[in-house]
Structure formats: structure tokens, C-alpha cells
């Protein structure tokens, strides 16, 4: 059966934020296929049309924020709106990993390991380390953050997992320090035998230490960052189902064990008419929850965790985008996920 869906033709201008109310970093966190990356892309526009120059950046190896701003986003930082300053890049860690920390050069922007060992001791499984691509992807975003030419940067994280063990690298890289340390303390003029005998011979073993905790302490300072509500805002991104509200539970635990404050929870795909959720008039197609028993149920179903939820996020300030009938793509639908999350 087709069933004919009248398509939203345009949003009135005065129902979309001019500007947001937001510190100058906004991260968006959460289960992958959640919608971080229609938040991210609908807060960077809200954000860049009161003249904020606003980066909005893709951390998660699977991209999609091209297709969701239906534009072609490079890896580099680049102007992707004429009437607006918005800027979009989406990190390539593979290609980040080539200049990063644990990648496979050899220089002092490569990987700090090669200075101790030689670069094929480095790696020797020929592949990057563990954690290399959180590593790769936030050396890049530090460097996008302290960029002067952005005002504001909105962040798509990479799910739950890789954006925790972003947090975790600093304790990594410290105990890795203090191991090369101890290392290089038992085996004395040894290490330098060592890298000669690896096609090194004029690694210098206290480079690739130095290396090591340069990046430590960046990281350290990208967490005292995320540690600031005046700098920024963690938005955790969840759907009213059981087993989203329990994931968005844990990663609010660890965080608060970071001590990364989440200021908004914004809760997406909830089945209500859009014009309930926000000022957008009555031009969208809405659940029918008489006449539709399918409807009713998962209505039924996303009430239960949206009576959990509220419970378990009392004290943030949540926020509820409903679900469209059609996907959201470009900026007629983004206007309206920014009215919902923004206003």
C-alpha cells in the first residue's frame, strides 16, 4: 500500500532561533543511529544566522553529515554557507593518523614511539594502535577549537564508546609514559642500541617521551574544557525506547565520573504532532493515535520510557524532537529540529 505524505513546503523564518543560547562549545553524545548528527547540523545553523561564525564537526568515522546538510563536507575546516558563516568539516581519521600521535611516521608529528624504537619497531603490527583514531580525531578538534576563526563549534561525537575512551586517553598516555620511563630507566644506554638496531640509529628516545606527554596534556586540557558549564554544553541524544534510556543512564554515570556536566538531553523521534513540541503550526503529518493500533502502541511503548527517563534526567533541561514523516534532510526539516532543541 502507498500511502501519499504531503511534504513541508517551508518553515516561517520567525519560527526558526536567531542564534542559540549556548556556550561557545556544544558536544552532542549518545548510541549510534540516535540522531547526533541532525542535532549537531540543526544547532550549527540556528547558531551561524545571528552572525556567529560557527564550525559544526563530524568525530564519527561513519559520516553522514554531508547528506544531512546535502552538501559536500571536507575533511578541513571550510565555508560551506555564502548568507551565513557556517563551516563544516568532517575528520578522516585514517587520514588524521598520518600526521597524529601513534600513526606511522616517524617524525616528532608522528608516531612518538618511532623515537624510541625506530619506526618499524614502533609498530610492529604494522597497524595502529588501540584508541589511535579517538587520539587522531581529538588532536584535530583541539586544533579546531582554539581556531580564532570560529566563534562557536558544535561537535557530532562518535558513539558512547569512542567518546569515552576519548576521555580515558590522558590516564592511557600517563601510564605509557611511566612504563617507557621505567623501561628506559632498567635498560639504560641499551634503548639506544635498540633503535639503531630498528634502522634508527639517531632516534632520540626522549622525543618520543616528550611526545607522549604533549598529548597527555592536551587532552587533559580538552577534558578541563568539557569539565567548564561556562564553555560547554554535553548534550546526550537518546530515543524514547527502554534500551536507549538505560545507555543514555550509563553514559550520563560515567561522564559525571569525568566530571563532564550534561546540560540537555534531547530526546528524538518522539511520536507526537511536531506542533505540540513546537510553534511550527499544523502543515506537518502527525501519528494518528485513534485510529492507528500500530501508532497507539509504540505511543504506549515511548510513553514508558519517557515517564523512565524523566525520572532518571531530572535536574537537565530536555528537550523533545518529534518524528517526521520524512528523513531529515537539508535545511527545511533542520529549521525545525533547531525550533525544538534551540528555542
Given at each position: 500500500m502507498?500511502?501519499e505524505?504531503?511534504?513541508v513546503e517551508d518553515i516561517d523564518d520567525?519560527?526558526v532561533?536567531?542564534g542559540?543560547d ?7 553524545g549518545?548510541?549510534g543511529g ?10 550549527a545553523?540556528?547558531s551561524a544566522?545571528d552572525?556567529t561564525?560557527t564550525?559544526?564537526?563530524s ?5 553522514s553529515?554531508?547528506d ?9 575546516p571550510?565555508?560551506?554557507?555564502e548568507?551565513?558563516?557556517?563551516f563544516?568539516?568532517?575528520?578522516d581519521?585514517?587520514e588524521?593518523l598520518e ?7 616517524g617524525?616528532?608529528?608522528g608516531?612518538p ?5 625506530g619506526e ?7 597497524s595502529?594502535m588501540?584508541g589511535s583514531?579517538e587520539a587522531a580525531a581529538?588532536r584535530?578538534?583541539?586544533?579546531y577549537m582554539?581556531d580564532?576563526?570560529f566563534?562557536r ?6 558513539p558512547?564508546?569512542?567518546t ?10 600517563d ?6 620511563l621505567t623501561m628506559?630507566?632498567r ?9 639503531g638496531?630498528?634502522?634508527d640509529?639517531n632516534?632520540?628516545p ?5 611526545s ?8 587533559e586540557q580538552?577534558?578541563a574544557?568539557l569539565r ?17 534510556v538505560r545507555e543514555?543512564?550509563?553514559l550520563?554515570?560515567?561522564?559525571e565520573?569525568?566530571g563532564?556536566?550534561v546540560?540537555t538531553?534531547?530526546v528524538?523521534?518522539v511520536?507526537?504532532?511536531p506542533?505540540?513540541?513546537?510553534d511550527?503550526?499544523?502543515s ?8 492507528c ?13 519517557l515517564?523512565?527517563s524523566q ?18 534532510q537539508?535545511?527545511?526539516?533542520l ?8 528555542d
Amino acid at each position: 500500500m502507498e500511502l501519499e505524505v504531503e511534504t513541508v513546503e517551508d518553515i516561517d523564518d520567525e519560527v526558526v532561533p536567531d542564534g542559540i543560547d549556548a556556550p561557545d562549545y556544544v558536544l552532542y553524545g549518545g548510541k549510534g543511529g540516535v540522531g547526533k548528527t541532525t542535532m549537531a547540523a540543526a544547532t550549527a545553523l540556528a547558531s551561524a544566522r545571528d552572525d556567529t561564525a560557527t564550525l559544526v564537526v563530524s568525530t564519527d568515522p561513519a559520516h553522514s553529515l554531508s547528506d544531512t546538510l546535502e552538501t559536500d563536507i571536507p575533511s578541513d575546516p571550510a565555508r560551506i554557507r555564502e548568507d551565513i558563516p557556517l563551516f563544516a568539516a568532517e575528520i578522516d581519521p585514517e587520514e588524521a593518523l598520518e600526521d597524529g600521535p601513534f600513526g606511522g611516521g616517524g617524525d616528532a608529528g608522528g608516531n612518538p614511539l618511532a623515537g624510541l624504537l625506530g619506526e618499524d619497531a614502533a609498530n610492529p603490527l604494522g597497524s595502529s594502535m588501540p584508541g589511535s583514531d579517538e587520539a587522531a580525531a581529538i588532536r584535530l578538534l583541539l586544533e579546531y577549537m582554539d581556531d580564532p576563526r570560529f566563534d562557536r563549534v558544535v561537535v557530532d561525537t562518535a558513539p558512547t564508546g569512542h567518546t569515552l575512551r576519548l576521555l580515558e586517553l590522558p590516564e592511557m598516555l600517563d601510564t605509557m609514559v611511566g612504563k617507557l620511563l621505567t623501561m628506559r630507566e632498567r635498560l639504560g644506554g641499551m634503548m639506544d642500541g635498540l633503535a639503531g638496531m630498528f634502522g634508527d640509529e639517531n632516534a632520540d628516545p626522549e622525543e618520543g617521551i616528550d611526545s607522549l606527554r604533549e598529548f597527555s596534556d592536551r587532552i587533559e586540557q580538552f577534558r578541563a574544557v568539557l569539565r567548564d558549564p561556562s564553555q560547554t554544553d554535553f548534550r546526550v541524544v537518546m530515543v524514547p525506547e527502554e534500551l536507549s534510556v538505560r545507555e543514555s543512564e550509563r553514559l550520563l554515570d560515567r561522564l559525571e565520573g569525568f566530571g563532564v556536566p550534561v546540560g540537555t538531553v534531547v530526546v528524538n523521534r518522539v511520536m507526537q504532532d511536531p506542533g505540540e513540541v513546537a510553534d511550527v503550526g499544523d502543515s506537518f503529518v502527525a501519528p494518528n493515535h485513534t485510529d492507528c493500533e500500530f501508532c497507539e502502541r509504540r505511543w504506549q511503548v515511548q510513553r514508558t520510557a519517557l515517564e523512565r527517563s524523566q525520572e532518571i534526567f531530572r535536574g537537565h533541561d530536555v528537550r523533545r524532537v518529534p518524528l517526521f514523516a520524512e528523513e531529515v534532510q537539508g535545511e527545511r526539516l533542520l529549521r525545525v529540529v533547531a525550533a525544538c532543541i534551540e528555542d
